[in-house]
């Protein structure tokens, strides 16, 4: 799996698929010829105000100056989905809700004036990773619906946790475990010096 990227990045495929979720948008202006745009629409135009969802690529390719669509925040990130995950943000499966709700709610954070989004992706991410840790410890893959339960970050973060805390019981147990030095610590050991001022590179 591709590392995330959290950011607009070309060559990323985790961050092709995330623009290509649809999200809600309002036409600007009509739009002559572009009905084929919405698959309920019978006129071969769009006119003005008219709604519809499209990929959030296209919402990110328009022309700032003359733009044709405006974009409307999805009712996962609304302020009725705000006081559920206020009331308990762990007990939301966000993989249901969303398969990138975090990824997704970044890019659309630059169509809000208010920052409410911002505000909801933090607070609603700070509060899971609590219950994240503790599922990291104590669930395995096998016993955890993981695609409903998390997003596409929380799936990482969960694996990564998942595989860590088993190699520090593996540690633990005194099994079979090398522990590798990190950078760090490598290059802090070769900079050591000797009494008389050389440096002495690390005795391997």
């Known amino acids: 799996?591709?590392?995330?990227?959290?950011?607009?990045?070309?060559?990323?495929?985790?961050?092709?698929?995330?623009?290509?979720?649809?999200?809600?948008?309002?036409?600007?202006?009509?739009?002559?010829?572009?009905?084929?745009?919405?698959?309920?629409?019978?006129?071969?135009?769009?006119?003005?105000?008219?709604?519809?969802?499209?990929?959030?690529?296209?919402?990110?390719?328009?022309?700032?100056?003359?733009?044709?669509?405006?974009a409307l925040v999805p009712d996962i990130y609304s302020a009725a989905y705000k006081e559920i995950y206020q009331a308990d943000a762990n007990y939301v499966e966000l993989g249901a809700l969303c398969k990138f709700y975090f990824?997704?709610?970044?890019?659309?954070?630059?169509?809000?004036?208010?920052?409410?989004?911002?505000?909801?992706?933090?607070?609603?991410?700070q509060e899971r990773l609590k219950g994240l840790k503790d599922l990291c410890q104590n669930v395995g893959n096998d016993s955890l619906n993981v695609a409903s339960k998390f997003d596409f970050s929380e799936r990482l973060l969960f694996n990564e946790g998942t595989k860590t805390n088993k190699l520090f019981d593996d540690w633990l147990q005194e099994r079979q475990v090398h522990i590798k030095?990190?950078?760090?610590?490598?290059?802090?050991?070769?900079?050591?010096?000797?009494?008389?001022?050389?440096?002495?590179?690390?005795?391997?």
Not at 103 to 125: C, D, F, H, I, P
Not at 181 to 203: F, L, M, W
């Open 1 to 70: 799996m591709n590392i995330p990227s959290f950011r607009p990045n070309y060559y990323s495929l985790d961050d092709i698929a995330i623009t290509q979720e649809r999200i809600p948008c309002r036409t600007t202006q009509d739009l002559h010829m572009m009905g084929f745009l919405d698959a309920s629409e019978k006129s071969p135009n769009l006119s003005n105000n008219h709604t519809l969802e499209l990929p959030l690529w296209v919402m990110l390719t328009q022309d700032d100056r003359n733009p044709h669509f405006e």
């Open 103 to 125: 990824e997704l709610g970044m890019y659309l954070t630059r169509y809000q004036n208010n920052n409410s989004v911002a505000e909801m992706l933090y607070t609603t991410a």
């Open 181 to 204: 030095s990190t950078e760090i610590a490598i290059n802090i050991r070769k900079r050591k010096r000797s009494p008389d001022g050389d440096t002495q590179e690390e005795q391997q």
